[in-house]
């Protein structure tokens, strides 16, 4: 059974960085699609970035131009580090993988079979 596990966050100023990881265990072979969504207190899931097999990446509008998205598929492991971060990027941050093949991957949940817990992330102004 595949399994998601995050680390990497914490509590961090505005402006501050953080770099979450997943690992991915329990299969031999690396997802085809891999994502990144969080939750903010009182706010729905949002996906935030999301990165294919090839390397095609897709970012939420929100994080353009901050966040980066990366994957080690020697390692399984997705990445995504942050810089300067706001109070509004404070959410549970999980990550997301599916190995079924698409041309396209996208950053909606519907899509993605396995989850990680969460990590936190909290931003104070």
């Known amino acids: 059974q595949v399994q998601l596990r995050e680390s990497g966050g914490g509590s961090v100023q505005f402006g501050g960085s953080l770099r979450l990881s997943c690992a991915a265990f329990g299969y031999d072979y690396s997802p085809n699609c891999m994502a990144w969504f969080r939750q903010g207190p009182g706010k729905g899931r949002e996906g935030v970035a999301v990165?294919?097999?090839?390397?095609?990446?897709t970012y939420a509008d929100s994080v353009k131009g901050r966040f980066t998205i990366s994957r080690d598929n020697a390692r399984n492991t997705l990445y995504v580090q942050m810089t300067r971060l706001k109070p509004e990027d404070t959410a549970m941050y999980s990550c997301?993988?599916?190995?079924?093949?698409?041309?396209?991957?996208?950053?909606?949940?519907?899509?993605?079979?396995?989850w990680g817990q969460g990590t936190q992330v909290t931003v104070s102004s």
């Open positions: 990165i294919n097999n090839d390397g095609s990446i």
């Open positions: 997301a993988a599916d190995y079924r093949w698409r041309q396209d991957c996208r950053i909606s949940a519907e899509d993605y079979t396995y």
